[in-house]
């Protein structure tokens, strides 16, 4: 589904990617380990087409990214990539279901459509109870529960998770962990997980380690 060849990307004298090849399939989950300063936050953020590569190529079902304008990457992130960050990201002023239907809204969908898919997806999240309540007046989990249901909303190929347990305590990130995988055995929802967590990173199909830029052996896990 996502192929990723001879990646590389420099930040002035830095070479911070070195010739990076990875190819995830539709339906896995991968984690993404290695030191901090390895690169990993870097490379999820050119297959999240966020950033470009200076070299190298990344595409989704044979699409090259690297041939699309911002505009044209723009519409393809919102309608195919969902993202979960280490701090949710939620937008304070709004209700936890706007939070969730504004993917949706920006991708152009009605409000009704946009709110009815956010609902549906706060339901199976466990979160119906919660609809109008604003981010502050949510405990961490159901933040980053939220922040699962956002990325979902437009039935993207793929979630790109960037350190998403990192505040949570341990069995808000046990909840959190076993909701990935119950994601991928119930819709097929392809995962790309960068992670410091080894219990979250032992339980991936794939852990592939990062050093200096590029992958170190890659573990075939379970």
Do not use: W
């Not at 980053?144 to 993207?156: C, G, H, T």
Request: hydrophobic letters at 40%.
């Amino acid at each position: 589904m996502i192929e990723a060849k001879n990646i590389v990307k420099n930040y002035g004298s830095l070479q911070v990617l070195r010739g990076v090849d990875v190819s995830i399939a539709q339906g896995e989950v991968v984690s993404i380990v290695g030191p901090s300063g390895a690169g990993k936050t870097t490379l999820l953020q050119i297959l999240g087409t966020l950033d470009r590569p200076d070299r190298g190529t990344v595409t989704y079902d044979g699409t090259d990214m690297t041939r699309m304008s911002d505009n044209e990457l723009a519409r393809f992130r919102n309608k195919n990539i969902g993202f979960v960050f280490q701090f949710h990201q939620l937008l304070p002023e709004f209700t936890t279901l706007e939070n969730v239907a504004i993917p949706a809204l920006i991708g152009g969908e009605s409000r009704e459509t946009a709110y009815r898919r956010a609902q549906e997806l706060l339901d199976y999240l466990g979160l119906a109870a919660r609809l109008d309540h604003k981010p502050a007046q949510l405990s961490g989990g159901e933040r980053q529960r939220v922040a699962v249901a956002r990325a979902l909303v437009n039935k993207p190929k793929v979630i790109l998770a960037d350190e998403p347990s990192g505040s949570l305590d341990t069995a808000n990130k046990q909840e959190l962990h076993q909701l990935f995988f119950k994601l991928r055995d119930e819709m097929q929802q392809t995962f790309v997980i960068v992670t410091h967590d080894e219990a979250l990173a032992s339980q991936a199909d794939r852990t592939l380690r990062m050093k200096d830029g590029n992958f170190e052996n890659i573990s075939i896990v379970g």
